[in-house]
């Protein structure tokens, strides 16, 4: 196009970005890839070629790790953990420190690198991707400064395998990498296996920055890398991709120890009330599904827009799409650049087509190859398969509400949870409806936001725990403490005697009242002596269903003020206090022991304790640089079922129960199983304290029986277990059905009666942190 036609146009005409030093940086390692590992790039060996996704042309050969190689980086990784976590945070903060230096310093050859290998425009890579990748190292140098005076009791965990996602090669890179490092981890982290290149670039920078070797090991191939991975000798998998892997990486670590974070994908929806301002909303939803060409799990995917105004807006939008530019992304003036490879767009292709509902495109002709213009899809049901399943591309499904409780519903008619935009001029309407939608993430009048600083992570099937900020260190550290195998605790056996005169048989404690276990069962209680002390009932899959629906009836603790909670487990303490000597006794009785009244002492105070977190453990503000706030509020989980310890009948009950109910969770406790009888006196007490029905029912029976129940209920939010019977690998591959939280003890022992048994782990395990954020100042 000559210059006097762009002047009779007003057209754009090209400006594209040089790929030349990207193209010398290939060609000096004659476009052939090996891994890093040991602080060395390996030979190039067998593997696949990487394209450019907007020309089909090959940029480089990446070599498919066999499972020597990986053996051989996660083998390096754990020699060098422990000099890394000796170092010490501030010793650790300058590598960080140069790391993102170095990052600022190559910034436009990442940029390009990243263009061309994924296909995004350069616009994107320049001033987003690769700006959030430093800012990333630069704000976890300052964590990795600040550990050992901020993060007292925390500890690395040592060796991290991690597994990203091709959306955001490097900015997904560096969400893994700068915290693991800055806590004192070294990682083994594979790209994926469409967009190795700028994690091999980075592989440069960490030689350049004199990083020790082994620190951080790069390894590239497709699933099967990924599952060797997860296999391996590490301690921690973060995982970024899709919930079907997301899910059998749950299912694959269960009961092996191994900590766990899923940043999964979503359908978020993007809701526009009809007082909002509409040409923002429209700029707003060009970032939330056209950034990226819509491959971002956190994507504004689906619409909503209050009926009113829908008509009016669908015509403002339609409008701006037939203004996007599609096609070269290394040009300048490019919004969408090319899918990341044939098979995603064929599989959007096949999504789109096979819509029954109806489909916008605008009417200039995309450009060959693998492009896909911008869609938009309306006329469709809220059941539609598109409306609930993650296209993960550049299409909009779009429906309309009437009143903002109804926007609200169809929002979390999802199985996903990940974020969600609210756009209206009123703050009265966006703050009311932004603690009723199931997501880690809101962004008020805005969308697609992202800093550090801010958690990032999801509820539902959107995956667990939190990338970004102080929240996001929790998923690289763990508690410091003595990491002694538990001992299985058996019940006292005893001579069959003839049954009492008077019934001595406990109830299950359900929805407030008590009950008879739904399948008639009991079991005989002895005690040390042998001695017949009761019976205590045998729960079954039938009455657990029955708890959590009591447990789901007493939403309205969720709501209630965290001033009053703690009103509530002051009482419960003073009821239990005045009952300590029975309580004691009974321990000394059901046990065996002789500390009886030192547990019931310690479970007065430790209800003191939650009474005292209730309205204290609050979220953070973050001052995020850019045009607002970001609040990163806490919630309860919503029903959390737990198996509860097995040595402390009464603490290790209170330990659990207290934390939860004070951060407004309701639970379903499954009592010490050697012990039961404890719980039938405990529920007593809680009948006397006001503790509303439904928030705290209490089960007895078979841990091993029950565990599976627990963690396959489809309408529970987090399932914990502290039982000494072995069933952490059964809690945790049965909550990976609907990726509910789990929290197990792995088979190590917790000493409940000093600082292991109490404090902040517990009530972070209660609490989701959702990040609001806000437009504040200029
Ligand atoms: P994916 O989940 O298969 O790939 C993500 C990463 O996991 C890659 O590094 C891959 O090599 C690795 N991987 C694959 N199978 C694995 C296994 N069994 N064990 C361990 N690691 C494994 O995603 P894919 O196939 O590239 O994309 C399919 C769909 O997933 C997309 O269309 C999209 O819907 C979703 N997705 C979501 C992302 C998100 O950020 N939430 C990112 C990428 C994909």
């Given at each position: 196009m000559g210059v006097s036609e762009i002047f009779e146009t007003m057209e754009y005409g090209p400006a594209p970005e040089s790929a030349a030093e990207a193209q010398a940086w290939l060609a000096e390692r004659d476009g052939r890839f090996g891994h890093f590992i040991d602080g060395a790039m390996t030979q190039p060996g067998r593997g696949f070629e990487s394209r450019n996704p907007a020309t089909g042309a090959v940029l480089a050969l990446i070599t498919q790790a066999t499972q020597a190689d990986l053996d051989a980086a996660v083998a390096s990784a754990r020699r060098a953990q422990g000099d890394w976590a000796d170092l010490g945070g501030p010793a650790r903060a300058r590598y960080l420190y140069t790391l993102a230096r170095l990052l600022q310093k190559h910034a436009r050859l990442f940029a390009v690198l990243e263009t061309l290998d994924n296909g995004k425009p350069i616009r994107e890579s320049r001033d987003i991707d690769v700006p959030l990748a430093q800012r990333h190292f630069y704000y976890h140098a300052g964590m990795a400064q600040l550990m050992e005076s901020e993060l007292p009791g925390r500890v690395p965990l040592g060796v991290c395998g991690q597994i990203i996602p091709w959306n955001f090669p490097l900015l997904m890179l560096a969400w893994k990498v700068a915290p693991a490092l800055a806590m004192g981890n070294t990682v083994v982290l594979k790209p994926a296996e469409y967009t190795s290149l700028t994690a091999l670039l980075f592989a440069d920078i960490c030689q350049q920055a004199g990083l020790p070797k082994g620190v951080v090991n790069i390894v590239t191939g497709d699933g099967t890398v990924g599952e060797m991975i997860v296999g391996a000798d590490v301690d921690k998998i973060a995982f970024t991709g899709s919930t079907e892997v997301g899910r059998k990486i749950r299912v694959a670590t269960a009961g092996s120890g191994k900590a766990l974070t899923l940043e999964l994908g979503g359908k978020s929806p993007y809701i526009v009330f009809e007082d909002a301002d509409l040409d923002s909303a429209v700029e707003g939803l060009v970032d939330a599904i056209w950034f990226n060409q819509g491959q971002?799990?956190?994507?504004?995917?689906r619409l909503l827009v209050q009926e009113g105004i829908a008509a009016r807006f669908y015509a403002k939008l339609r409008a701006r799409m037939d203004g996007l530019r599609i096609g070269?992304?290394?040009?300048?003036?490019?919004d969408l650049g090319a899918i990341v490879d044939p098979v995603q767009l064929a599989r959007i292709r096949a999504l789109v087509d096979s819509s029954d509902g109806e489909v916008y495109q605008p009417a200039t002709p995309c450009p060959e190859g693998c492009f896909y213009p911008p869609t938009l899809i309306t006329g469709?049901?809220?059941?539609?398969p598109l409306m609930q399943e993650e296209i993960f591309g550049p299409v909009l499904v779009a429906t309309t509400f009437r009143t903002p409780s109804e926007a609200v519903e169809i929002a979390n008619n999802t199985r996903y949870g990940l974020a969600a935009s609210v756009w209206s001029e009123n703050i009265n309407v966006a703050l009311d409806i932004a603690p009723k939608l199931a997501a880690g993430v809101v962004w008020i009048n805005g969308a697609n936001l992202f800093d550090a600083s801010a958690p990032f992570g999801g509820v539902r099937e959107s995956g667990f725990g939190r990338e970004g900020g102080w929240d996001g260190l929790l998923a690289y550290t763990r508690e410091i403490g003595a990491q002694k195998p538990l001992t299985q605790i058996k019940a006292f056996r005893g001579a069959e005697v003839e049954p009492q005169a008077v019934d001595r048989t406990a109830k299950l404690y359900i929805g407030g009242k008590q009950t008879r276990p739904d399948g008639g069962y009991a079991r005989t209680v002895y005690d040390a002596a042998g001695e017949l002390i009761g019976q205590a009932p045998l729960a079954s899959r039938k009455d657990i269903r029955n708890a959590v629906e009591a447990a789901h009836g007493a939403k309205a603790w969720a709501g209630t003020t965290a001033h009053l909670r703690a009103q509530v487990l002051y009482y419960v303490a003073e009821n239990l206090s005045a009952r300590s000597d029975e309580f004691a006794k009974r321990i000394d009785q059901l046990t065996g022991g002789r500390d009886g009244a030192k547990e019931v002492e310690l479970s007065v105070n430790r209800l003191f304790t939650y009474a005292a977190w209730a309205d204290k453990f609050e979220g953070r503000v973050t001052q995020v640089p850019m045009r607002g706030v970001a609040m990163a509020l806490r919630e309860p989980c919503g029903v959390i079922g737990a198996l509860c310890p097995d040595d402390r009948p009464l603490l290790g009950l209170v330990s659990l129960m207290a934390p939860a109910i004070a951060m407004g969770n309701r639970v379903v406790l499954i009592a010490?199983?050697?012990?039961?009888l404890i719980a039938a006196d405990f529920y007593q007490v809680l009948d006397t304290s006001?503790?509303?029905?439904?928030?705290v029912n209490i089960l007895t029976g078979s841990h091993v029986e029950l565990a599976a129940t627990l963690a396959t209920h489809m309408d529970m939010e987090a399932v914990w277990s502290f039982s000494s019977a072995d069933v952490s690998g059964v809690i945790e591959a049965g909550a990976a059905g609907v990726l509910k939280r789990s929290w197990v003890n792995n088979g190590l022992a917790r000493d409940w009666l000093g600082a292991e048994g109490e404090g902040r782990a517990f009530l972070e395990a209660s609490t989701e942190v959702k990040t609001v954020w806000v437009p504040y100042g200029v």
């Amino acid at each position: 196009m000559g210059v006097s036609e762009i002047f009779e146009t007003m057209e754009y005409g090209p400006a594209p970005e040089s790929a030349a030093e990207a193209q010398a940086w290939l060609a000096e390692r004659d476009g052939r890839f090996g891994h890093f590992i040991d602080g060395a790039m390996t030979q190039p060996g067998r593997g696949f070629e990487s394209r450019n996704p907007a020309t089909g042309a090959v940029l480089a050969l990446i070599t498919q790790a066999t499972q020597a190689d990986l053996d051989a980086a996660v083998a390096s990784a754990r020699r060098a953990q422990g000099d890394w976590a000796d170092l010490g945070g501030p010793a650790r903060a300058r590598y960080l420190y140069t790391l993102a230096r170095l990052l600022q310093k190559h910034a436009r050859l990442f940029a390009v690198l990243e263009t061309l290998d994924n296909g995004k425009p350069i616009r994107e890579s320049r001033d987003i991707d690769v700006p959030l990748a430093q800012r990333h190292f630069y704000y976890h140098a300052g964590m990795a400064q600040l550990m050992e005076s901020e993060l007292p009791g925390r500890v690395p965990l040592g060796v991290c395998g991690q597994i990203i996602p091709w959306n955001f090669p490097l900015l997904m890179l560096a969400w893994k990498v700068a915290p693991a490092l800055a806590m004192g981890n070294t990682v083994v982290l594979k790209p994926a296996e469409y967009t190795s290149l700028t994690a091999l670039l980075f592989a440069d920078i960490c030689q350049q920055a004199g990083l020790p070797k082994g620190v951080v090991n790069i390894v590239t191939g497709d699933g099967t890398v990924g599952e060797m991975i997860v296999g391996a000798d590490v301690d921690k998998i973060a995982f970024t991709g899709s919930t079907e892997v997301g899910r059998k990486i749950r299912v694959a670590t269960a009961g092996s120890g191994k900590a766990l974070t899923l940043e999964l994908g979503g359908k978020s929806p993007y809701i526009v009330f009809e007082d909002a301002d509409l040409d923002s909303a429209v700029e707003g939803l060009v970032d939330a599904i056209w950034f990226n060409q819509g491959q971002v799990c956190c994507a504004g995917s689906r619409l909503l827009v209050q009926e009113g105004i829908a008509a009016r807006f669908y015509a403002k939008l339609r409008a701006r799409m037939d203004g996007l530019r599609i096609g070269d992304p290394l040009d300048k003036c490019i919004d969408l650049g090319a899918i990341v490879d044939p098979v995603q767009l064929a599989r959007i292709r096949a999504l789109v087509d096979s819509s029954d509902g109806e489909v916008y495109q605008p009417a200039t002709p995309c450009p060959e190859g693998c492009f896909y213009p911008p869609t938009l899809i309306t006329g469709l049901s809220p059941v539609s398969p598109l409306m609930q399943e993650e296209i993960f591309g550049p299409v909009l499904v779009a429906t309309t509400f009437r009143t903002p409780s109804e926007a609200v519903e169809i929002a979390n008619n999802t199985r996903y949870g990940l974020a969600a935009s609210v756009w209206s001029e009123n703050i009265n309407v966006a703050l009311d409806i932004a603690p009723k939608l199931a997501a880690g993430v809101v962004w008020i009048n805005g969308a697609n936001l992202f800093d550090a600083s801010a958690p990032f992570g999801g509820v539902r099937e959107s995956g667990f725990g939190r990338e970004g900020g102080w929240d996001g260190l929790l998923a690289y550290t763990r508690e410091i403490g003595a990491q002694k195998p538990l001992t299985q605790i058996k019940a006292f056996r005893g001579a069959e005697v003839e049954p009492q005169a008077v019934d001595r048989t406990a109830k299950l404690y359900i929805g407030g009242k008590q009950t008879r276990p739904d399948g008639g069962y009991a079991r005989t209680v002895y005690d040390a002596a042998g001695e017949l002390i009761g019976q205590a009932p045998l729960a079954s899959r039938k009455d657990i269903r029955n708890a959590v629906e009591a447990a789901h009836g007493a939403k309205a603790w969720a709501g209630t003020t965290a001033h009053l909670r703690a009103q509530v487990l002051y009482y419960v303490a003073e009821n239990l206090s005045a009952r300590s000597d029975e309580f004691a006794k009974r321990i000394d009785q059901l046990t065996g022991g002789r500390d009886g009244a030192k547990e019931v002492e310690l479970s007065v105070n430790r209800l003191f304790t939650y009474a005292a977190w209730a309205d204290k453990f609050e979220g953070r503000v973050t001052q995020v640089p850019m045009r607002g706030v970001a609040m990163a509020l806490r919630e309860p989980c919503g029903v959390i079922g737990a198996l509860c310890p097995d040595d402390r009948p009464l603490l290790g009950l209170v330990s659990l129960m207290a934390p939860a109910i004070a951060m407004g969770n309701r639970v379903v406790l499954i009592a010490s199983e050697a012990f039961p009888l404890i719980a039938a006196d405990f529920y007593q007490v809680l009948d006397t304290s006001d503790v509303p029905g439904g928030v705290v029912n209490i089960l007895t029976g078979s841990h091993v029986e029950l565990a599976a129940t627990l963690a396959t209920h489809m309408d529970m939010e987090a399932v914990w277990s502290f039982s000494s019977a072995d069933v952490s690998g059964v809690i945790e591959a049965g909550a990976a059905g609907v990726l509910k939280r789990s929290w197990v003890n792995n088979g190590l022992a917790r000493d409940w009666l000093g600082a292991e048994g109490e404090g902040r782990a517990f009530l972070e395990a209660s609490t989701e942190v959702k990040t609001v954020w806000v437009p504040y100042g200029v």
